[in-house]
């Protein structure tokens, strides 16, 4: 099975915010959160916990997440980093550089500051 379009780190990335096409990247993230769901209900731990590994790490998710927070009711609050994105290019330069990392965490299962 081939990861879905868009998951990946592929080249033609629209460099224009407004150029992303916005009902295919939540498509694919619909798709992947149904595929962890029937994972989980089916009792296959492993393949949930493989899929969440492909939805945490995908572009579409990322993409998807710095929409979500830029568009919302608290877009002008800012976040921990006391920084309010406002321009598209902002939202651009967030979701490639916001991940989380297993570095990240602490061995609680909490994240480090």
Do not use: C
């Not at 081939?2 to 998951?7: E, I, Q, R, S, Y």
Request: charged share 25%.
């Amino acid at each position: 099975m081939t990861a879905p379009p868009g998951a990946d780190a592929s080249f033609d990335q629209p460099r224009d915010w407004n150029g992303i096409h916005w009902k295919a990247i939540q498509q694919q993230v619909r798709r992947l959160q149904v595929r962890i769901a029937k994972a989980v209900k089916e009792g296959k731990h492993r393949r949930a916990l493989a899929l969440q590994w492909l939805l945490t790490h995908s572009r579409a998710a990322r993409l998807l997440a710095v929409r979500m927070v830029t568009t919302n009711k608290g877009a002008k609050t800012p976040g921990v980093d006391k920084v309010i994105w406002r321009t598209n290019r902002q939202n651009s330069k967030r979701q490639k550089t916001s991940n989380v990392t297993d570095t990240d965490r602490n061995r609680s299962g909490g994240y480090t500051s």
